[in-house]
Structure formats: structure tokens, C-alpha cells
């Protein structure tokens, strides 16, 4: 069955600081892979989605994520990161019918 | 562009209540799906529909029943509430395809006292 981890539950990164998230999956197939973000007491927003071809997407917010399939991770980076991305990220592999396979989850703090 | 729309946004209930929560899409999508948001846990499936009357159980389907009369709703039901599944309830639909990104409701936070 698939999985995702998301091996960070918590991060705290400085405002203008890089970021990276990590995210490593269990897929038997070529996966669909996807990031989301969460602000508070909000829905899911997609960021970025991977299917094939470049392994390296951009998404939106300044974004992007690299698949390295040898790794089976698609841990998503963003140069500079802003107080407003302070929200929760969510990894997910899509699990046939359109369905989702999430991971728990990694909480981004922005320190000023 | 209403998107999904899910209602109510809060509730209450008390042990053994019954309960539908609403979910509207108007986006013409043929996959409809619920999913349970716990802290720690991530988002679980409880059921998708993959089209006006069919439907089936995703990881988590105790306690809930679903029905998909018409494209553009996807109601779930809770027969009996308990205590456990007290929980953030998110219902998201997409365009046919596994590659398909998913559209999020704003979600409903549901209390069982």
C-alpha cells in the first residue's frame, strides 16, 4: 500500500532564510505526487503537483519541488521564505480514483 | 466561483446524534471524496465517489454513510455519533483522472461531547 512521510512534524526557519521541506513516499507504480498548504482554520491549497517528465516542478508562492525517484522523495524548497508562509504543509501521492495518500503533515514556523 | 462548498462550518453534537454534513461542488467533477483531519494524523479518506451512484470506502469508513444522487453533491452521514470521531471534515472533488489535483472545501469541525 502507498505511504507518505513526512519526517519533520515542526520546523522554524527565519524570515528570508531557505526552506526545505522533506517528503519521502511508498508507491508501486510511477507516482502522482503533490504538495499542499494549510493556513489556519483554512482548507488545502495546492502548491505544486508532479506526474512525469521534468523532475524538478514550480508551483505557485515561489515554490518548487524536486522527485528524485532513486531517493522516492519530493521534498519541496523555497529561496526565501516570507512570516506569510508560516501554515502547515502536506505531502500526498495520489491513490487511484483521485484519492489521496497524505502524509501528517509538517508545521512551518517563521521567526522574525 | 463558489468551488466546493461545504456547510455547516461548525457543530456540536452529543453521543449517539445523527448528523449530515453537506458538500456542494459546481465545478462539473466526477470525483467527489471525504476526508478526516485529526492533529498528528494528517487527512484520512473516509469515502469517494467516482460518479452519480457509485461509491466506496476509502481507510477510515466506520460510522459513516455516503450517497451520490447527483454529480454536484456528495452528503456524508453519521448514524450514531461518537466521541471519536470528533474531527475536521474536509470534502474535496476533482476532474476525472489520477492526475487530477484535488479542490478543497473550507472544511467542517465537528465535536462529539
Known amino acids: 500500500a502507498q505511504s507518505v512521510t513526512q519526517p519533520d512534524i515542526h520546523i522554524t526557519v527565519s524570515e528570508g532564510a531557505s526552506l526545505e521541506l522533506r517528503c519521502n513516499y511508498s508507491y508501486g507504480a510511477t507516482p502522482y505526487l503533490f504538495w499542499y498548504v494549510q493556513s489556519p482554520g483554512q482548507g488545502l491549497q495546492l502548491l505544486l503537483k508532479?506526474?512525469?517528465?521534468?523532475?524538478l516542478v514550480q508551483g505557485i508562492k515561489g515554490f518548487e519541488a524536486e522527485f528524485k525517484r532513486s531517493q522516492s522523495s519530493f521534498n519541496l524548497r523555497k529561496p526565501s521564505v516570507h512570516w506569510s508562509d508560516a501554515a502547515e504543509y502536506f505531502c500526498a501521492v495520489g491513490s487511484g480514483y483521485s484519492t489521496l495518500t497524505f502524509g501528517k503533515g509538517t508545521m512551518l514556523l517563521v521567526s522574525p | 466561483n463558489a468551488g466546493v462548498t461545504q456547510t455547516p462550518k461548525f457543530q456540536v453534537l452529543k453521543t449517539g446524534q445523527s448528523m449530515t454534513l453537506q458538500c456542494a461542488q459546481d465545478m462539473n467533477h466526477e470525483y467527489m471524496s471525504w476526508y478526516r483531519q485529526d492533529p498528528g494524523m494528517g487527512l484520512r479518506l473516509i469515502h469517494y465517489?467516482?460518479?452519480?451512484?457509485?461509491?466506496d470506502q476509502g481507510e477510515v469508513p466506520n460510522g459513516y454513510n455516503v450517497s451520490r444522487s447527483t454529480t454536484e453533491d456528495f452528503p456524508l452521514r453519521l448514524l450514531s455519533a461518537a466521541p471519536s470521531q470528533t474531527s475536521v471534515y474536509f470534502c474535496a472533488s476533482s476532474q476525472t483522472g489520477d492526475n487530477q489535483p484535488q479542490h478543497f472545501g473550507d472544511g467542517t469541525r465537528l465535536s462529539i461531547l
Open positions: 465517489s467516482v460518479g452519480a451512484g457509485i461509491t
Open positions: 508532479y506526474f512525469s517528465g521534468d523532475t
